[in-house]
């Protein structure tokens, strides 16, 4: 019996190697829907404006970085070594798991402003799916979770570190006991479904968020297919999770004093 399932996502290689394990691993994936990145807000600052507009963003933006303070400088310059490595890191293992790059062959795929309008939420209804797979999107409203049960994977052990960077938080507060991958129904909060299945990452520690968040993906593209797959055949029960307790972050939560007393003391 066929189980058309619709993934909901964004362009990042952790997203085709997802849908390329879901359709290798003999799941019906109807359709991709990808989210368009918001374009960046411009600056403010007249001089800024006309500087983009002649010489280019990456270059304002490298001649920027000359102008921070040292510390400053440091930081970022060790978090672009970092996040480079893990890049090798989620590559490496996309690749040991036969998974080629780029979108699979075979769904068709569109991009949407917003996930939550009424002509996505029309299309996403036409496909008549069973069940939606959700992988780095923004929240989903009540129109969008009407369709189907959407699934998501946090990359924590909820209740714990809800919201974004959740990894940056784990290695911010040295805590390893929360590192893990959960696979839960999305409602209309942050994080807050109903528990499918939860899975601890094997990592060393201390570690990097750059690094676990490359190892994160990888446990969400291996376990991602079954866990639909197990709920889809009624072999998942879901349970809420455990009342009180937990947090939620949002980026703008994370200052440069938590970026430097992580990243300061290392090397470029």
Same mark, same amino acid.
């Given at each position: 019996?066929?189980?058309?399932?619709?993934?909901?996502?964004?362009?990042?290689?952790?997203?085709?190697?997802?849908?390329?394990?879901?359709?290798?691993?003999?799941?019906?994936?109807?359709?991709?829907?990808?989210g368009r990145e918001?374009?960046?807000?411009?600056?403010?600052?007249?001089?800024?404006?006309?500087?983009?507009?002649? &010489?280019?963003?990456?270059? =304002?933006?490298?001649?920027?970085? @000359? *102008?921070?303070? +040292? %510390?400053?400088?440091?930081?970022?310059?060790?978090?672009?070594?970092?996040?480079?490595?893990?890049?090798?890191?989620?590559?490496?293992?996309?690749?040991?798991?036969?998974?080629?790059?780029?979108?699979?062959?075979?769904?068709?795929?569109?991009?949407?402003?917003?996930?939550?309008?009424?002509?996505?939420?029309?299309?996403?209804?036409?496909?008549?799916?069973?069940?939606?797979?959700?992988?780095?999107?923004?929240?989903?409203?009540?129109?969008?979770?009407?369709?189907?049960?959407?699934?998501?994977?946090?990359?924590?052990?909820?209740?714990?570190?809800?919201?974004?960077?959740?990894?940056?938080?784990?290695?911010?507060?040295?805590?390893?006991?929360?590192?893990?991958?959960?696979?839960? &129904?999305?409602?209309?909060? =942050?994080?807050?479904?109903?528990? @499918? *299945?939860?899975? +601890? %990452?094997?990592?060393?520690?201390?570690?990097t968020p750059f690094?676990?968040?490359?190892?994160?993906?990888?446990?969400?593209?291996?376990?991602?297919?079954?866990?639909?797959?197990?709920?889809?055949?009624?072999?998942?029960?879901?349970?809420?999770?455990?009342?009180?307790?937990?947090?939620?972050?949002?980026?703008?939560?994370?200052?440069?004093?938590?970026?430097?007393?992580?990243?300061?003391?290392?090397?470029?």
């Open positions: 019996m066929s189980h058309p399932v619709i993934l909901l996502t964004n362009r990042s290689r952790g997203a085709k190697a997802l849908a390329r394990a879901l359709v290798a691993q003999g799941l019906d994936l109807r359709l991709i829907v990808v918001p374009a960046p807000e411009p600056s403010k600052r007249w001089v800024f404006r006309v500087l983009r507009s002649v &010489l280019g963003n990456t270059l =304002v933006n490298h001649v920027g970085t @000359l *102008f921070r303070d +040292p %510390t400053m400088k440091h930081v970022l310059r060790v978090e672009s070594r970092l996040f480079e490595q893990a890049d090798i890191v989620l590559d490496g293992g996309i690749a040991a798991m036969d998974l080629l790059p780029g979108w699979p062959a075979g769904p068709p795929l569109i991009e949407v402003d917003d996930m939550n309008t009424a002509a996505t939420v029309d299309r996403l209804r036409s496909e008549s799916p069973v069940a939606l797979v959700v992988f780095g999107t923004g929240i989903l409203r009540r129109a969008v979770l009407d369709i189907a049960p959407a699934i998501n994977a946090h990359t924590s052990l909820l209740p714990h570190y809800r919201g974004t960077r959740s990894e940056f938080w784990q290695c911010r507060h040295n805590d390893r006991a929360s590192v893990g991958i959960t696979f839960h &129904l999305v409602d209309e909060g =942050v994080d807050t479904g109903d528990i @499918l *299945f939860q899975r +601890p %990452t094997d990592t060393p520690w201390p570690t690094h676990l968040r490359s190892l994160n993906t990888l446990e969400v593209v291996r376990h991602m297919p079954g866990v639909v797959r197990a709920f889809l055949e009624k072999r998942l029960t879901p349970f809420p999770q455990p009342k009180g307790g937990g947090s939620t972050y949002r980026n703008r939560d994370i200052t440069f004093a938590d970026r430097q007393a992580l990243f300061g003391s290392l090397e470029e």
